[in-house]
């Protein structure tokens, strides 16, 4: 008997637990569109599909759009906050509140567990006893504070084969580096100086006060007076810093302060840092799905995905506000800083007028930032509109892949794929393929293992068979216009095979450089654009940037093979060993002639050397 999929779904909601856990709404696509967290999943999922559900026009659009749910039950409400906001993070839903650009933003890592720390820029937070600061929105901002701090304590940041090369640079003789590779600072004085910037970069200028001032009298009374009055000079530089610091509470704990402002659908939220009662930095962040969010929401929202990412939890959170769910927030952040956090809502006074200002300052930079997407619209609706035109499609596409395939007579052969949306690029979506299966100089073959890649993928995502193509939003979102870099040929061979991969629907067109012709299927005579056509100027930009995508990747993957030695097929010779024989006979001719036994004298086993010489 035939089953409805209103039946079907009831069916399935009474199969749902009791337990916490965490849901998702698909589409008709399978693209997940949005990420809910419940203490009791039967009951929040069955809310919404209970007729007249819908309290807001953004859940209502939701329900029309689900197509499909699904869950994943947690031992407890906390899990489920967790395991929510890394869905939200990998899928980015449409229907979530989450941070705009969530890419991954710069940390800034010492390493305080070496000898001679390297103190660099990093994008993602790992658990190898590192000291991370940020996450830092804005790059130049935070390159300028490392900049002002190497003046005031100056410390490494040269690579680790530079450094190993025991040489002092530039950077030394222009005061920016003490000179640990020449042993010029001893490794505790070293570590000393590391501690003082991750002191500075916590905003414990006090600190860092009092530690100089010990330093400087105990100098001055060993009458090491040219200590003493680097110690002066350093405590000088780092008091005009703190004068210009305004003081704005008169608390010892360490304090976030959070405001927002809103216009129409845009959301821009900035956080204040208060450090031992001064303010030592703020960040900004807009919001995607914000639209018809609450303040409660809105605020939950934003905490839940920017704590997740920061490597601070400071002791009081003050908002503009009530947030949804306050008492699990409050556990959350508290586990993740290690001891007690409170959420505060001044009403009056001096933190009120403070949440009032950082408020200004977000309506400013939101008001900054409508200005720029008023001006990139203007700029890319009229190329989509032309585009959409002059290639007969049905609506302006959101979302355009080009390809494009680059190599020497086969050799070192890649593909790139790069991706518009909205007409404008979208970096972090833009992949390599190193060509694995297509021997010899065949371009088409190429491009149709590229092509069949990543359809696979696409496939593969839809049917969320692998965790790690589900969490790739490149491979995860569907295509509104496939470009292809070449010809009538290129055109055919990709033709195939969206085809045989069953995404023949997807609109599919070749841009020819010689002339500038764009090919479609089932055409005999390709379609030309005037060149300076606001639709043509788009394709062609997409079309450059996918070549200089794939031709960048290739002249790397050729230097890199160019850069491979025969010691490197040798089973046996890792890196150690090769740098060992390198160093000790010169080249790889003089390993050649080297007797067995003069290369067992440097701890390589007889039966290992032989084989050496026999494959060299």
Not at 34 to 52: C, E
Not at 405 to 412: E, L, P, R, T
Not at 543 to 555: L, N, P, S
Request: hydrophobic residues 35%; positive net charge.
């Amino acid at each position: 008997m035939a089953v409805t999929l209103e039946e079907a779904i009831k069916r399935r909601l009474q199969a749902v637990p009791e337990s916490p856990g965490v849901y998702m709404f698909r589409d008709n696509r399978s693209q997940v569109i949005y990420v809910g967290k419940a203490l009791r999943l039967r009951d929040r999922l069955r809310s919404y599909f209970t007729p007249g559900y819908a309290p807001t026009a953004q859940v209502a659009e939701l329900i029309r759009k689900a197509h499909d749910f699904e869950f994943v039950t947690t031992a407890n409400e906390v899990e489920a906050l967790v395991l929510e906001n890394n869905l939200i993070k990998n899928y980015r839903p449409r229907y979530n509140i989450r941070l705009k650009d969530d890419k991954n933003y710069l940390y800034l890592k010492l390493p305080v567990t070496e000898d001679f720390p390297r103190v660099h820029y990093s994008r993602r937070v790992q658990n190898d006893g590192a000291l991370y600061f940020g996450p830092y929105t804005s790059a130049q901002s935070l390159r300028s504070t490392v900049k002002s701090i190497r003046q005031l304590l100056p410390f490494r940041t040269c690579s680790d084969e530079i450094f190993k090369q025991g040489k002092v640079c530039l950077d030394f003789h222009i005061k920016r580096c003490p000179g640990p590779c020449e042993r010029r600072i001893s490794s505790e004085d070293y570590k000393a100086r590391i501690h003082e910037v991750a002191l500075f970069m916590e905003g414990r200028s006090d600190i860092l006060v009092r530690e100089l001032q010990e330093r400087m009298e105990s100098s001055a009374g060993r009458l090491d007076f040219e200590n003493a009055a680097r110690y002066r000079d350093q405590l000088q530089s780092i008091e005009r810093i703190a004068d210009r610091q305004r003081v704005l509470t008169r608390g010892r704990d360490d304090q976030d302060i959070v405001a927002y402002a809103r216009s129409g659908n845009d959301v821009f939220v900035e956080v204040a840092y208060v450090r031992q009662s001064k303010m030592v930095g703020h960040d900004g962040h807009a919001l995607d799905g914000a639209a018809d969010a609450t303040e409660p929401e809105l605020l939950r929202g934003f905490m839940l995905q920017y704590y997740s990412s920061a490597t601070h939890v400071p002791r009081t959170v003050i908002l503009p506000g009530p947030v949804d769910e306050p008492d699990l927030l409050i556990g959350w952040l508290s586990e993740k800083r290690g001891g007690p956090v409170t959420l505060e809502i001044p009403q009056r006074g001096r933190k009120r007028g403070l949440v009032t200002q950082l408020a200004e300052t977000a309506k400013q930079e939101l008001e900054q930032l409508r200005i720029q997407a008023d001006y990139d619209r203007s700029r890319t609706e009229p190329m989509l509109a032309a585009l959409a035109q002059a290639l007969d499609l049905e609506s302006p596409p959101k979302r355009i892949e080009c390809y494009d395939i680059s190599n020497i007579q086969g050799d070192s052969a890649v593909g790139s794929m790069v991706v518009f949306e909205d007409g404008r690029p979208r970096n972090d979506h833009y992949r390599h393929f190193r060509i694995k299966y297509t021997p010899g100089p065949n371009d088409f073959a190429m491009l149709q293992e590229v092509l069949r890649r990543r359809l696979e993928r696409l496939e593969s995502a839809q049917r969320r068979e692998e965790a790690d193509i589900v969490g790739d939003r490149s491979f995860t979102t569907r295509p509104d216009l496939i470009l292809i870099d070449g010809g009538k040929g290129q055109l055919s061979a990709a033709l195939e095979v969206m085809e045989t991969a069953g995404y023949a629907d997807i609109p599919t067109f070749a841009l020819a450089k010689e002339r500038e012709e764009i090919f479609a299927p089932g055409r005999a005579e390709p379609i030309v654009q005037e060149r300076n056509s606001p639709g043509m100027f788009l394709v062609q930009r997409v079309r450059d940037e996918a070549h200089r995508f794939a031709i960048t990747h290739h002249r790397k993957v050729r230097a890199r093979k160019a850069l491979t030695s025969p010691l490197d097929s040798v089973e046996g010779i890792g890196p150690a060993r090769k740098r060992a024989l390198l160093r000790h006979f010169g080249s790889v001719q003089a390993i050649r002639e080297a007797p067995v036994d003069e290369i067992v004298k440097l701890g390589i086993p007889e039966r290992l050397a032989s084989r050496l010489k026999e494959t060299l």
